[in-house]
């Protein structure tokens, strides 16, 4: 039958380009997550002056921005900060009652300072809902990019795609472009001026070449590259579900440079 | 016993002529009667598998039959269609979302009068090329306007040719009665169809219903 030779590419090439479409709803969610955190940041930096006005000690005593956050929108005011209600939130809950005693901030009553705890609640709301959509990218690289998962996790994998732009663009690119992805400003300082090429762009957050040496980081960056570039074209055209094999070949290759 | 050409009976199970001798799609027995392959076929994974057992008095699908198969998902009850039509029959699997259509594509390399089509069963259009000698459609595609689907379909047939197809009374109506579903949609399918033959799917699919139709007259496309 001639057709259905023809049938089966047109289905393959129908498949290719829905798969295609769903890189787009990676490469947006991990911007999100990025632009997520950006605001968090801000947020949490503007709580954290804010209510230092009335108890400039806290930020010494909890240093976790999130823990931080959820006393201010909990407690928000010395006084109800005790150490019965604290502790909940973190182990130094003693501390803090007998900071919040003798600290050297205002007064400031309750209606100033319910303005800085709208802006806590907005900042874990954001924490929350940038978790979600984090979820969702680790369930969605599963169906669309099984491969590149394996090897670089999740988020690592959504974030190369975002530098690479599509998922086309990544199965298309040299092992080298994608070792250094992320990190143009190097390659172009490189370029430019005379010095040493970068070892490695995003891929520094795989916890492998993370946890090298610094005279191995160049070759696990490389070997780790050359196995992403496999794995990007493997999932570009939708063929097998090689991911396990990579990491197993890749991890061999790493005790070798090990040595 | 054979039930229907390629399709036996043994010991209450029911198998089909394996069409890829040595074989298997989804995990299922094969088994060697009289120099021939069998493949099991399970009432619980396959509608049309169910609908046997519960006493379907015709297959119209034979060998040779061509078959447009809508909502073909990952082939399971597929492949059973295309181990029925045999080398001199086709089967064209209509499936619309691309997952299962990731199954079912390396399965259509395997079996050689099977197409696979990444389309959606509301759009004849997009396959019409591969239907030009249809005469059997099968149809399951677990969506509100199932009847409607089918109607759209008929124009691939000629007077006489039949189709077979599953309604599932939830997808249509969560909260009605499923026999008071059942009715409305068969009332829907008289504009082309007669109806033949419909059965419960219990207790193998809940709340599903199996009819048998034959084409009334030619419609105009
Ligand atoms: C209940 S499953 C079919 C199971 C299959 N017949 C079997 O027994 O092996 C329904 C399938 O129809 C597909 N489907 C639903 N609506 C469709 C449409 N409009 N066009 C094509 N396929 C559709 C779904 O994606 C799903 O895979």
Same mark, same amino acid.
């Given at each position: 039958?001639?057709?259905?030779?023809?049938?089966?590419?047109?289905?393959?090439?129908?498949?290719?380009?829905?798969?295609?479409?769903?890189?787009?709803?990676?490469?947006?969610?991990?911007?999100?997550?990025?632009?997520?955190?950006?605001?968090?940041?801000?947020?949490?930096?503007?709580?954290?002056?804010?209510?230092?006005?009335?108890?400039?000690?806290?930020?010494?005593?909890?240093?976790?921005?999130?823990?931080?956050?959820?006393?201010?929108?909990?407690?928000?005011?010395?006084?109800?900060?005790?150490?019965?209600?604290?502790?909940?939130?973190?182990?130094?809950?003693?501390?803090?009652?007998?900071?919040?005693?003798?600290?050297?901030?205002?007064?400031?009553?309750?209606?100033?300072?319910?303005?800085?705890?709208?802006?806590?609640?907005?900042?874990?709301?954001?924490?929350?809902?940038?978790?979600?959509?984090?979820?969702?990218?680790?369930?969605?690289?599963?169906?669309?990019?099984?491969?590149?998962?394996?090897?670089?996790?999740?988020?690592?994998?959504?974030?190369?795609?975002?530098?690479?732009?599509?998922?086309?663009?990544?199965?298309?690119?040299?092992?080298?472009?994608?070792?250094?992805?992320?990190?143009?400003?190097?390659?172009?300082?490189?370029?430019?001026?005379?010095?040493?090429?970068?070892?490695?762009?995003?891929?520094?957050?795989?916890?492998?070449?993370?946890?090298?040496?610094?005279?191995?980081?160049?070759?696990?960056?490389?070997?780790?590259?050359?196995?992403?570039?496999?794995?990007?074209?493997?999932?570009?055209?939708?063929?097998?579900?090689?991911?396990?094999?990579?990491?197993?070949?890749?991890?061999?290759?790493?005790?070798?440079?090990?040595? | 016993?054979?039930?229907?050409?390629?399709?036996?009976?043994?010991?209450?199970?029911?198998?089909?002529?394996?069409?890829?001798?040595?074989?298997?799609?989804?995990?299922?027995?094969?088994?060697?009667?009289?120099?021939?392959?069998?493949?099991?076929?399970?009432?619980?994974?396959?509608?049309?598998?169910?609908?046997?057992?519960?006493?379907?008095?015709?297959?119209?699908?034979?060998?040779?039959?061509?078959?447009?198969?809508?909502?073909?998902?990952?082939?399971?009850?597929?492949?059973?269609?295309?181990?029925?039509?045999? $080398?001199?029959?086709?089967?064209?699997? =209509? %499936?619309?979302?691309? +997952?299962?259509? *990731? !199954?079912? /594509?390396?399965?259509?390399? &395997?079996?050689?009068?099977?197409?696979?089509?990444?389309?959606?069963?509301?759009?004849?259009?997009?396959?019409?090329?591969?239907?030009?000698?249809?005469?059997?459609?099968?149809?399951?595609?677990?969506?509100?306007?199932?009847?409607?689907?089918?109607?759209?379909?008929?124009?691939?047939?000629?007077?006489?040719?039949?189709?077979?197809?599953?309604? $599932?009374?939830?997808?249509?109506?969560? =909260? %009605?009665?499923?026999? +008071?579903?059942? *009715? !409305?949609? /068969?009332?829907?399918?008289? &504009?082309?169809?007669?109806?033949?033959?419909?059965?419960?799917?219990?207790?193998?699919?809940?709340?599903?219903?199996?009819?048998?139709?034959?084409?009334?007259?030619?419609?105009?496309?």
């Amino acid at each position: 039958m001639k057709d259905r030779k023809k049938a089966i590419e047109e289905a393959r090439k129908k498949v290719k380009e829905a798969k295609t479409e769903r890189d787009q709803l990676i490469i947006h969610s991990i911007k999100a997550v990025e632009e997520m955190d950006e605001v968090f940041n801000l947020f949490y930096e503007r709580v954290e002056n804010w209510h230092s006005l009335h108890f400039p000690e806290l930020p010494e005593i909890v240093k976790n921005p999130e823990t931080y956050l959820h006393i201010i929108n909990e407690l928000l005011t010395r006084p109800e900060m005790k150490e019965e209600k604290l502790k909940q939130h973190t182990p130094k809950a003693k501390k803090i009652e007998k900071e919040s005693k003798k600290s050297m901030g205002a007064e400031l009553d309750e209606k100033d300072l319910k303005q800085i705890k709208r802006l806590a609640k907005l900042a874990i709301d954001v924490k929350n809902e940038r978790n979600e959509i984090e979820e969702y990218i680790k369930d969605v690289t599963k169906e669309v990019t099984p491969n590149l998962r394996a090897l670089a996790g999740p988020i690592l994998t959504a974030r190369l795609l975002s530098l690479a732009g599509s998922l086309e663009k990544m199965a298309k690119m040299p092992a080298s472009t994608i070792q250094v992805l992320g990190a143009e400003k190097a390659l172009f300082a490189h370029l430019k001026k005379n010095v040493p090429p970068p070892k490695h762009g995003v891929i520094f957050n795989h916890p492998e070449v993370r946890k090298s040496s610094e005279d191995n980081r160049g070759k696990v960056s490389r070997s780790l590259a050359n196995k992403l570039a496999i794995a990007a074209r493997l999932d570009y055209f939708g063929d097998k579900h090689k991911g396990k094999e990579m990491k197993k070949e890749f991890q061999e290759k790493l005790k070798k440079i090990r040595g | 016993m054979e039930k229907f050409s390629n399709v036996f009976l043994i010991n209450n199970k029911l198998y089909t002529k394996n069409l890829v001798p040595g074989k298997k799609v989804h995990g299922e027995k094969l088994l060697n009667r009289n120099g021939k392959e069998l493949r099991s076929w399970h009432p619980y994974k396959s509608k049309l598998a169910s609908a046997i057992l519960k006493g379907l008095k015709e297959l119209p699908i034979t060998p040779g039959s061509k078959v447009l198969y809508l909502g073909a998902s990952t082939g399971t009850t597929a492949s059973h269609v295309s181990d029925i039509a045999d $080398k001199n029959g086709k089967v064209v699997c =209509v %499936e619309y979302s691309e +997952k299962p259509m *990731e !199954k079912l /594509i390396p399965l259509a390399e &395997k079996r050689s009068n099977m197409l696979p089509v990444m389309g959606d069963a509301n759009k004849p259009k997009e396959y019409t090329d591969y239907c030009q000698d249809v005469n059997v459609v099968y149809q399951d595609v677990a969506q509100p306007n199932q009847a409607e689907i089918l109607l759209k379909n008929t124009r691939f047939l000629e007077k006489g040719d039949e189709a077979l197809l599953c309604i $599932k009374s939830r997808s249509i109506n969560a =909260v %009605e009665e499923p026999k +008071k579903v059942f *009715e !409305k949609e /068969i009332s829907k399918l008289r &504009k082309d169809f007669r109806i033949k033959e419909t059965l419960e799917l219990k207790p193998f699919h809940k709340d599903h219903a199996f009819i048998r139709c034959k084409k009334k007259s030619a419609t105009s496309p």
